[in-house]
């Protein structure tokens, strides 16, 4: 399908989202996160965050960690859900029964695929002036003239006056200049054992590269609990000692299929 195309179908699809109406959001946000949380005193609900892969290999975990920052921001709403071509290739398609392992409800989901970074960009600000949006994830690969740092205070505006949260995911990029109140890497991380040795939760080693509000830089391993839709502690935080890896437990995949190994598991990066 044609970029303009997809918009479009975009724009008809929000026509319905926002005939049905929609919660207001909160000003801002936590992880679940104690020690995070108390870090960063919380997230602004409506602005752009931005979320790096610490390499290709960490792509999904990088997506996992987004889409926990998505459902923090706005559980219940609608998510328009961006992906440019390659980063789709690289990350998998999305899978609603691995969605599901996240506690995310495919429902809520509204996918716009697009091949230009232009596109994706004109695609976020038309999602984040809907009112029946609650978040909105773009997910963008390697680098381009449109992402510029005019483009990313035009989706920290959008999101401010639509009152929704942009969360700007890349691969294959260097963090560069941006109007992003956080910026993030995230790397994958050994999950822990639950109990009778089921796979543990999502892991992921989460550095705070850059906070606005002068949150000092800082690392911290996190485990997505999807019962609770919150992340909590994998463990080890900055100095202290990581856990061992247990028995080679894998992490849930935010949305690549499990059907060749007939079950939702598998292990980010």
């Known amino acids: 399908m044609r970029p303009d195309r997809d918009i479009e179908a975009l724009r008809e699809r929000l026509k319905v989202l926002e005939a049905n109406g929609h919660p207001v ?3 801002r946000f936590d992880l679940g996160h104690v020690t995070a949380d108390r870090h960063l005193g919380g997230l602004a609900a409506h602005a752009l965050h931005e979320v790096h892969a610490a390499t290709t290999p960490d792509a999904t975990a990088a997506l996992g960690f987004a889409l926990g920052l998505a459902e923090r921001a706005a559980p219940e709403r609608a998510l328009v859900w961006g992906v440019q071509t ?51 994830l773009l997910t963008a690969w390697g680098e381009a ?46 999950s822990r054992a639950l109990e009778a040795e089921a796979p543990g939760h999502p892991t992921f080693e989460v550095e705070l590269l850059r906070h606005r509000l002068g949150a000092q ?11 609770g839709g919150v992340f909590q502690n994998g463990g080890w935080n900055g100095g202290e000692e990581r856990p061992a890896v247990s028995g080679g437990m894998v992490s849930v995949p935010a949305d690549r299929s499990a059907e060749a190994g007939g079950g939702a598991v598998r292990r980010f990066g």
């Open 145 to 190: 003239k449109a992402m510029s740092l005019t483009a990313s205070r035009r989706l920290s505006l959008a999101a401010a006056q639509g009152r929704a949260t942009a969360i700007l995911m890349r691969l294959a990029a260097q963090p560069q200049p941006s109007a992003a109140e956080s910026r993030w890497r995230v790397k994958a991380a050994p």
């Open 25 to 27: 959001d909160a000003a």
């Open 217 to 227: 830089p800082r690392s911290w391993i996190m485990e997505w609990n999807r019962e």
């Open 86 to 136: 390659m980063a789709g290739l690289e990350t998998g398609h999305l899978h609603g029964p691995g969605l599901r392992e996240l506690g995310l409800d495919p429902g809520r989901v509204v996918l716009v695929r697009v091949k230009e970074m232009k596109d994706l960009l004109a695609a976020g600000e038309e999602a984040l002036a809907c009112d029946a949006v609650g978040a909105v």
